[in-house]
């Protein structure tokens, strides 16, 4: 079933010619792009499953209280197996306006058994620099549950330990990307590549004339823009959306040891080459045989060692590759000789080894 699916996927890749795609699916404006954001906070209202008077809690709780103007007394400590201390997470969007809402993930430090009808008390979100963006409260949303028997057992369904607040934080802090005012607004591809770099490069100047666009290396092109942000997101939408035609990506084969998954793209070639694959089958087989004297014959029984060994070689003939051959074509062989995909990796590696392998052989 396996090779067969490669075969119908290498069939695929072998008639479909390259189809245009919009710049946009290439990468990116520099600077236009998610931050991360992080919170330190405590979650309350637990129904016993806290985190049952760790240090920290305890610490945590005493500064949440202190935002109230309500000091705990020296020497008491509060019991919190209802309260668990937490590390926020969230992204930023570009552009995010204050006021707009963000999802959060709402994630357990210390051993609390489960945050599942949790409540996060207020908490700021802040990003790398220090700053705060974010504020982020309210209810928690737990997929997992855990439960525990008398005698010590117990059961855990995917991760009680871990939730999610739908729209729990609230953007308090535009985050400036400066694509308004910056000299030039940068397009990054998401994978370096020159001819596609070149090309996205000469549709930009075809539609906003010579000298607009210049390709900087493997990976950004500079694009001129007149001032105003309102021009510059004109014309940043008309350049997302321009069509172009990547470059073939390099020749590569990805072979995954463990699972034995191996993807050739459609690039690979190999050259002429000879391959013979066969099996080497070593039996051996025991079969004692007891040998028992006759009566009053001052014999005594004993067992006789038989043993019979066999060697199976499965008789398979060489294959001969012809010159570059395609995808489909090596598939089409290696299906051929019957290769499993633990064969086709060492296959793989002894072509790649002498040579006839016109590819990089990436082992995962």
Known sequence: MIRLLIAFVAALLAVQPAAAQRVKDLGAFQGIRSNQLTGYGVVVGLPGTGDDNLEYTVQSMKGVASRFGFQLPPGVSPGLKNAAVVMITADLPPFAKPGQKLDVTVSSMGKAKSLRGGTLIMTPLMGADGQIYAMAQGNLAVSGLGAEGADGSSVVVNIPSSGRIPEGATVERTVETGFDTAPVLTFNLARSDFTTAQRVQDVINQRFGPGRARAIDGVSVA??????????????????????????????????????????????????????????????????????????????????????????????????FEPGPKLADVVKAVNAIGASPADLVAILEALKEAGALKAELIVL
């Open 223 to 320: 694009v001129s823009a007149p001032p105003g942000a309102d021009v510059r997101a004109e014309m940043m939408s008309e350049i997302e959306n321009l069509p172009v035609e990547a470059a073939e990506a390099p020749a590569r084969v990805i072979v995954n040891a463990r699972t034995g998954t191996v993807v050739i793209n459609s690039a690979v070639r190999v050259s002429p080459a000879a391959i013979t694959h066969g099996k080497l089958t070593v039996r051996i087989e025991e079969a004692p045989r007891v040998s028992q004297p006759a009566p009053f014959s001052q014999g005594q029984t004993t067992t006789e060692q038989r043993s019979a060994i066999g060697v199976d070689e499965e008789k398979r003939p060489m294959f001969l």
